[in-house]
């Protein structure tokens, strides 16, 4: 069994962590000033022990990570990254890389066994099996080895069918990840994800459970869907030049596709008698005002900064941003309907970070992944319940993004004029979001308590619009200047689109296919 003494500690966390953490791909604090490693508790996983390293810095709050950890002999065969240190007999190295150490977490998700892992059991590492896990699968029949991506956790594939991501980065909470995963696995018909398989949790007493990493079933994807849309695009790019505008069928059969299983996604995750974590909840008073805050302020902050890049920007884009600020009083009166206007549609766990990356496909079909929710987000900002439409906002601006960035970056249309280009590109863009948006719709039925009204539909899916597109607006500015254009399109789309709320009568469709 692996022991560390106070010696030994006190050296890892003075001349060791420093260099090895910036090293690795998986820590996130690079950039900040650290100020001092430590390891505030050492866990016991059978022969291995998991550190759980808080590194503190001279600005901002502080962060956990967990290190599993293990002494092995010097011949054997580990990466260059997994050696922590290695002395004149032996190499203390990150544990992933010890076959024996990924048989322990198999195994033990597999019997769902709960460890005590301090000596006064006032800690536990619980593991729990799910549906997705096979009972012929066992322990003793399977192989493993860790995968070379670099991101920020580790990944493990075990037997060729099941993923496991270690989180590296820990929060004081369940990660919501696992919750959303487990949950339309264990509670749901929704088969379009990798499905839940188990997970580790360490289990502290009084205090909120830590999830250390899921299992779910392993996906052999053939691309992603931006990937997918870009062959879309190609297609459709080569008869620009020639003064051709032709989608195929099929396109239009794969978005519809892609609506569908998005709302199947919002069926299976709309689940009334739930526990309190995934209950439907109204618009309460304080939801809208959190929304409202939220919008007010990345609107006060993407204003300053485009203000300060004004002159930076070309003439076309100018005049996108000039319309964006003009409108202001527009969009805080839009805004602050969020108040007052009567809304009896519901809200719930949604994905989160939802666009064309997140959607693989496979066998003729999507599978949906990745829902740790907003990367910028706190874990307890990701656990709030919100409007689908949020999620369909973030799909549907990622359709704009996907052609914007095709039509006006490739070569084969470098000769031909911008404002012919964003004709094409507009007109690309509106049937994709006409298809993907009635697709969606049409997997709820009519009427269903998510979505009232077609008046509240339009209303929550503009505020959403407008949210995601001024988020982007600030990354742009930041980093892809010459791409600001397409996210303040996205805004002055959504303004005609408030102007039009203001006459009497709206129907979905004009809010599906804008003019």
Sequence with gaps: MTNVNNALINHLETNVFPSYFNASRWFAGKARSQKDFRIQHTLTFGEFLILIVEVSYHEGPSELYQLPFTEVSLDMDIPEKGVIEKTETSQWIDAIYDVQFRKELFANIFNATTLPSSADQSSFLASIKGKGLSDSDTPENIESHVLPVDSSNSAMLFGGKYFLKLYRKLFDQTNPEVEMVSFLTQHSDFKNIPAYAGSLTWQRTGQPDITLGMMQQAIRADKDNWMLTGDFLNDFMYGVPNGMFGIKEWVFEQVTL??????????????????????????????????LHRLTDLLDRRYALLIDNYQKLDEPTQRLAWIFMEARELIDDFAKEMLTRPLDSLRIRIHGDYHLGQVLTQDGDFIIIDFEGEPEATIAERKIKHSPFKDVAGMIRSYHYAVSAKLFESHETKDISSEKLQIVSDRWYKLMRETYFEAYLEAFGWPHPLFNSQHEINFLLLFFLLEKAVYELGYEISYRPSWVKIPLRGIVEVIREI???????VRISRLANPS
């Design 499 to 505: 102007e039009k709320l203001k006459e009497p009568s």
């Design 258 to 291: 892609l609506g569908k299983r998005t709302g199947e996604m919002h069926l299976g995750l709309f689940a009334p008698g739930a526990d309190d974590a995934f209950a439907p909840e109204a618009f309460d008073d304080t939801y809208r005002a959190f929304l």
